[in-house]
């Protein structure tokens, strides 16, 4: 079983539609949760980080982690074209020098 | 805003040749990273640096790779022989403390070997 599962997509949504993207993970160590956004070509830009359980909002973007499930959740509201880009999940389980464990990505087009 | 660079944006070598992919994290950054992305796949951990000696290691890491921070700037990763299975791309990071900061990436360095 692989430590961190990802829908790769693409996901094709019209453009003010709500993004929604998830992750499992195999691995009950990991404690920090983060997504990332990963245009062609180019590194990865966080966007959310939750350490644990709960929701944490920030603008469009909604982070979720279900830790009982292992199950964690982005979305993204009023989606614009900008939005177009790959979005990948990163956990890790120690707090100092911590390594992340990428999920494989899901490609997302928002179509005007 | 300050932001992790990196030198070559792309770097093409020859299997066999020795190659040095240069970073800049930010200046007052104290954990350090390389990570490295073949085309189509997830992005993997490499190495983690701190206080100038490696904190952990992935198996990928094996002893053709070395990293060094020469000065109080750069950070490099070497690949002393590289391989076709060495061509990706190739992240820096780093943050500002390991415990909940956020790392911060590099635009990376495509690496092509042929």
């Known amino acids: 079983q692989k430590e961190v599962e990802q829908d790769p997509g693409p996901l094709s949504v019209p453009e003010g539609a709500i993004v929604s993207l998830n992750c499992t993970y195999s691995?009950?160590?990991?404690?920090?949760f983060m997504w990332y956004r990963q245009y062609s070509r180019k590194g990865p830009e966080l966007l959310m980080y939750t350490y644990s359980s709960g929701n944490k909002e920030d603008g469009r973007f909604t982070a979720q982690v279900d830790k009982s499930s292992k199950y964690i959740s982005l979305f993204i509201r009023d989606s614009q074209p900008s939005d177009s880009a790959t979005y990948l999940c990163?956990?890790?389980?120690?707090?100092?020098?911590?390594?992340?464990?990428f999920g494989g990505g899901t490609r997302v087009l928002v179509k005007p | 805003e300050p932001e992790v660079t990196q030198t070559p944006s792309h770097q093409v070598t020859q299997m066999g040749q020795e190659v040095i992919l240069r970073c800049v994290p930010i200046s007052n950054h104290l954990y350090f990273y390389w990570y490295r992305q073949i085309l189509g796949q997830k992005v993997e951990f490499l190495v983690s640096f701190y206080n100038n000696e490696i904190s952990e290691k992935s198996e990928i890491f094996d002893d053709q790779f070395s990293v060094e921070r020469p000065d109080g700037s750069n950070f490099t990763l070497k690949i002393r022989s590289t391989k076709l299975e060495d061509s990706a791309m190739y992240f820096c990071a780093s943050t500002r403390q390991g415990a909940v900061d956020e790392q911060f990436f590099g635009p990376g360095t495509r690496l092509t070997v042929l």
């Open positions: 990163a956990m890790s389980a120690q707090a100092a020098g911590n390594k992340l464990t």
């Open positions: 691995n009950s160590a990991f404690q920090y």
